[in-house]
Nanobody, 123 residues
Framework: QVQVVESGGGLVQAGGSLRLSCAAS????????MGWYRQAPGKQRELVAD???????SYADSVKGRFTISRVNAKNTVDLQMNSLKPEDTAVYYC?????????????????WGQGTQVTVSS
């Protein structure tokens, strides 16, 4: 069994900061990429940032220079530091991780998602 749990969302004024955290737990062999996605009302879910297990990061153009993704492999955690928040950053933020679980005969990698955490930025 594998669980992915986010925390840290909330309400903040424009220009403020929030830090999202995500922790994976369970029978984990290894985690490859970890990332943060978001979905605003009436819009498709979009990638915000992701990070490989070697620390290589990528960001959506809309958040470059404002958001920073980081992870601690030993703790199976990934964080998203969000600065200079804008009302258009308002969305439900989801943590995603490609997790390998040891099976009877092989290691199987699957995408796991957290339940989502609401981020609301007021103008």
């Amino acid at each position: 069994q594998v669980q992915v749990v986010e925390s840290g969302g909330g309400l903040v004024q424009a220009g403020g900061s929030l830090r999202l955290s995500c922790a994976a737990s369970g029978s984990i062999f290894r985690i490859n990429d970890m990332g943060w996605y978001r979905q605003a009302p009436g819009k498709q879910r979009e990638l915000v940032a992701d990070i490989t297990r070697f620390g290589v990061t990528s960001y959506a153009d809309s958040v470059k220079g404002r958001f920073t993704i980081s992870r601690v492999n030993a703790k199976n955690t990934v964080d998203l530091q969000m600065n200079s928040l804008k009302p258009e950053d308002t969305a439900v933020y989801y943590c995603n991780a490609e997790i390998g679980v040891r099976g009877p005969a092989m290691i199987r990698f699957e995408d796991y998602w957290g339940q989502g955490t609401q981020v609301t930025v007021s103008s």
